[in-house]
C-alpha cells in the first residue's frame, strides 16, 4: 500500500509564501514523476507543476515564475515553493506521484488527499 501526504497548506496574505511538503511512504520500488495538481470548487484540477527523477520541471502557465518544485529522491519527499501569491492562487493542491510498487511492476499514480490553501486579497 503506498501513501502520499501533503501538509504546509494553510492561510495567508496576498504576496506571502508557503511551502508544501508531500511523502510518499509504503511498498515503493522506485518513483518517477513527482508532481503538484490543484483544484478550486467547480473547476478543473489544473497542473501546477512537476518533477522528473532527474530533476527536469514542468509548470503550468499561471504559476511560472512564483513556484518552484524540487525533489529529494532519497526522502521519496517534493516539494513546492510557492512566492508571490495572490487569491486566484486559493484551491486544494494535491500531490500526485507515478511509481512502481516493485521491480516487475510498471509505473502506477497515486494521489495525495489534498492541502487546502488559501490566500486572502
Known amino acids: 500500500q503506498v501513501q502520499l501526504v501533503e501538509s504546509g497548506g494553510g492561510l495567508v496574505q496576498a504576496g506571502g509564501s508557503l511551502r508544501l511538503s508531500c511523502v510518499a511512504s509504503?511498498?515503493?520500488?522506485?518513483?518517477?514523476?513527482m508532481g503538484w495538481y490543484r483544484q478550486d470548487p467547480g473547476k478543473q484540477r489544473e497542473l501546477v507543476a512537476a518533477i522528473t527523477s532527474g530533476g527536469s520541471t514542468n509548470y503550468g502557465d499561471a504559476v511560472k515564475g512564483r513556484f518552484t518544485i524540487s525533489r529529494d529522491n532519497a526522502k521519496n519527499t517534493v516539494y513546492l515553493q510557492m512566492n508571490s501569491l495572490n487569491p486566484e492562487d486559493t484551491a486544494v493542491y494535491y500531490c500526485n506521484a507515478a511509481l512502481r510498487g516493485s521491480w516487475y511492476s510498471g509505473d502506477r499514480t497515486y494521489w495525495g488527499r489534498g492541502t487546502q490553501v488559501t490566500v486572502s486579497s
Open positions: 509504503g511498498k515503493i520500488f522506485s518513483i518517477n514523476a
